[in-house]
């Protein structure tokens, strides 16, 4: 048996604004850094092979923070933009609740929570906000659904979480809302009208037991 776990970073300082945040580059609160820790106290007794991350310092910290409090910080950790929240375009930085008024309620949900719907998009790529160094110019989003945040997300688990995971290596992803859900969506085989209500608690461990051939035995994963 090997373990997948995964964890949504600690509060950031745009959540507790309620904001969009995508690829904008925040840090966590002081509750957010509570949450890391409360997280890592929950995996005491876990051993990791592989830490992975995204390249934005809010998911950064929360690994640390866990890598720390276990005692793993000699574990090799990987930082990839393929882990990032997906971008949400002219909406970053935004209040949600302001969007609700200006867009309506059913829009901002659709933005939000289905898998293909895009938010408005910037009308070019903005290279002063998250990690685009990174990237190709040609490859710079303006905006991401759900979906196209999957195409990107899933290839970095196929290619560098799941082959560990099948040489019996424990992993932990450390990431965001979004990218947790695609990774669930891909785990458990959801379909692309119930990842809708899917949600992903800041600084919640999920855990998933998978035997030999990535067959999950055992999740916490609470379905609704």
């Known amino acids: 048996m090997v373990k997948l776990v995964m964890v949504r970073h600690g509060e950031s300082t745009a959540n507790a604004l309620n904001q969009y945040t995508g690829w904008n580059n925040v840090g966590l609160t002081q509750e957010g ?28 910290i929360t690994a640390y923070i866990i890598q720390d409090e276990l005692n793993l910080n000699y574990v090799p950790i990987t930082k990839s933009w393929r882990l990032n929240e997906r971008h949400y375009g002219a909406l970053r930085g935004l209040n949600k609740d302001r969007t609700r008024r200006e867009y309506g309620v059913s829009q901002v949900h659709l933005w939000r929570r289905s898998f293909y719907s895009i ?33 990107r997300i899933i290839p970095y688990y196929v290619d560098q979480v799941a082959p560990r995971l099948l040489d019996g290596k424990n992993q932990l992803i450390v990431a965001h809302g979004s990218t947790i859900r695609a990774l669930i969506k ?35 994963r609470t379905k609704k």
């Open 186 to 220: 891909y785990i458990e085989g959801i379909s692309d009208q119930d990842i809708d209500g899917v949600e992903v608690a800041n600084g919640e461990p999920l855990v998933y037991d998978f035997d030999s051939k990535l067959n999950i035995i055992n999740s916490n």
């Open 119 to 151: 938010p408005p998009q910037l009308q070019t790529p903005d290279p002063n906000v998250g990690p685009y160094k990174y990237l190709d110019r040609r490859s710079m989003p303006v905006a991401e659904s759900l979906y196209q945040a999957y195409q």
């Open 33 to 60: 850094i509570v949450q890391a820790h409360v997280a890592a106290k929950k995996l005491k007794g876990f051993e990791f092979d592989h830490v992975h991350t995204s390249v934005l310092k809010r998911a950064i």
